[in-house]
């Protein structure tokens, strides 16, 4: 096989000086043949990736964040082109919802595994999602950060701290399975994955194989039934709090009171107030573990959290990890 490598420069808590060595070094010894791409702007990772694709290379591998993940992705849906990632970026959510470990050598051993599975993706009023979109406070967290010039939890954790003091849940009316719903929400999320990322599952039974997406509703409520929520996503019990539900469906209509902000993946868009949304089923080849992990509550945030934690060790030290 042949891949074409696109790294994003610019995202990501590892310095990319010292990713593309070892790298190039990683692949040169499992036998890859491969080419390096760099990307040079927003919206130039699709271009590249869909110029591979019409090249005929056999994957196209995303050594970036889930920014970098949805713009190369997007470019190869419909295609034969493989698709695999290195997941380098701040939350990293669709390589962890598919159990991708964030660490390159062993990100690198998935690819080398040859596993293809044909994943689904989303699209909101046709802006395409592998992960998440949605509206609402989460919408608004992502619209602050994106004004920020650092990454990682830290500063989403404080931007949604500053954020929740002044925000106020707002009425939705949704439009699925052949009902309307009209619901006050704190936000409205609709998942082809489980996660976020950072290992924050709003969807935890989500399935990126299943053609349908799961769209989660965390209803208003006072300062603890919200603060409840949080936590919840973060410990894997979402689904059973009394102020959320889910709802599996291949397409929704979603319409607010105003236009605004919204996520894609994790970056923040702005949308107006009528948006419709679907499942896109099996449209991307994917490279995917060959073991799958099933999902429990509490036991597999906090496993992947002292993995997390291993891993952060090695990068403060990465002589003793190599």
């Known amino acids: 096989m042949v891949y074409l490598l696109i790294v994003n420069p610019a995202s990501g808590r ?34 590249l990736a869909m110029n591979a694709a019409a090249k005929g290379f056999d994957a196209v591998l995303a050594c970036g964040g889930d920014g970098t993940v949805n713009e190369i992705a997007s470019g190869l849906v419909g295609t034969q082109t493989v698709f695999g990632i290195i997941p380098t970026g701040s939350g990293n959510g669709l390589a962890r919802h598919i159990g991708i470990p964030v660490d390159i050598d062993r990100s690198l051993k998935v690819i080398s595994e040859n596993n293809i599975i044909n994943a689904d993706y989303g699209v909101a009023n046709d802006l395409p999602f592998f992960c998440t979109f949605g509206v609402g406070f989460d919408a608004a967290v992502s619209e602050r950060c994106a004004r920020e010039r650092r990454r990682g939890i830290m500063m989403y954790l404080k931007n949604a701290i500053n954020e929740y003091v002044k925000f106020h849940p707002e009425e939705y009316v949704i439009e699925v399975n052949g009902q309307v719903m009209t619901e006050r929400a704190l936000l409205v999320v609709c998942c082809n994955a489980s996660q976020y990322g950072n290992n924050a599952f709003i969807a935890p039974s989500a399935s990126i194989t299943d053609g349908e997406l799961d769209i989660t509703i965390v209803h208003g409520g006072n300062l603890l039934t919200e603060a409840m929520a949080g936590v919840d996503i973060l410990t894997g019990l979402i689904r059973k709090n009394a102020y959320v539900d889910t709802i599996r469906t291949t397409s929704a209509k979603i319409i607010r009171q105003h236009s ?10 702005s949308l107006p107030e009528e948006i419709n949304v679907s499942c896109r089923p099996a449209a991307l080849r994917l490279f995917s573990p060959t073991k799958e992990t099933s999902f429990r509550p509490l036991v597999t945030p906090a496993a992947l959290f002292m993995r997390d934690l291993g891993l952060a060790v090695r990068h403060l030290f990465p002589q003793s990890g190599q």
């Open 14 to 47: 590892i310095s990319k000086h010292r990713i593309i060595p070892h790298l190039y070094k990683k692949m040169r010894k499992m036998g890859l043949e491969f080419e390096i791409a760099f990307t040079e702007g927003p919206g130039h990772g699709r271009e």
């Open 260 to 269: 605004g902000a919204a996520h894609i993946d994790g970056d923040a868009v």
